[in-house]
């Protein structure tokens, strides 16, 4: 099956910094989205992004498919940005997203 | 509110009970899968419907049961309940199976099984 990797792991931020993360994956995929996983468990659809740039207020994302990566970019990080952050991939083309590790982020005051 | 709504949020029961959950949404979406999040946070779909069709059914056991009784809606039945069930569903909808829209989530239910 797919991999997916997601680096790093963890990642402790001072309120105000910026931070990039990344997704690898090992075999092309037609879907790909970002989610934040709060701290009160709630999963956050951030962004569909299969291929390209896009941006949300503080967040932005880019997938290169052909390189199999794409990368997660939050600028001046906010406690409340505080959760997990899961890429995942799907190349059915039937929504089955396949999910990455997800990659800790703790944004302290 | 639209949203994805999944009932109870904690479900605490004994092994061997049989338990449901229940999904709704009112996005008007298409497709409702389940997802399992074991205690290491990874997340794992588990089946998925478009339009009340099965089209996903990953490797589950048989005592999970989705039932779709229309398209905004997909409860999840288990039978005989084991320890290795405890986890978070999550149930979530996107607006067609092409994998071209994106995936939302509800808040989850936490099972204990003790």
């Known amino acids: 099956g797919i991999q997916v990797e997601q680096s790093p792991p963890d990642l402790i931020l001072q309120e105000g910094a910026n931070s990039t993360l990344r997704c690898n994956f090992s075999d092309s995929v037609n879907n790909l989205q970002w989610f934040h996983q709060n701290p009160w468990g709630q999963l956050i659809n951030l962004f569909y992004i299969p291929s390209g740039t896009k941006q949300n207020g503080r967040l932005s994302a880019t997938t290169v498919a052909t390189e199999r990566y794409s990368l997660l970019y939050i600028s001046s990080s906010q406690t409340t940005d505080s959760g997990v952050y899961f890429c995942a991939v799907d190349r059915t083309g039937a929504n089955n997203l396949f999910f990455g590790t997800g990659t800790r982020l703790t944004v302290i005051p | 509110d639209t949203a994805v709504s999944q009932t109870p949020k904690y479900l605490v029961t004994q092994m061997g009970n049989d338990k449901s959950i229940k999904c709704e949404q009112n996005l008007g979406h298409d497709t409702m899968y389940w997802y399992k999040q074991d205690s290491k946070k990874f997340l794992k779909i588990m089946f998925s419907?478009?339009?009340?069709?099965?089209?996903i059914n990953e490797t589950v056991p048989n005592r999970f049961s989705p039932k779709s009784p229309d398209k905004a809606h997909l409860n999840l039945h288990i039978n005989s309940l084991e320890l290795g069930d405890s986890a978070v569903y999550f149930c979530a909808s996107s607006q067609d199976t092409g994998g071209r829209s994106p995936l939302h989530f509800g808040n989850g239910t936490r099972l204990t099984v003790t």
């Open positions: 419907y478009n339009n009340k069709e099965l089209i």
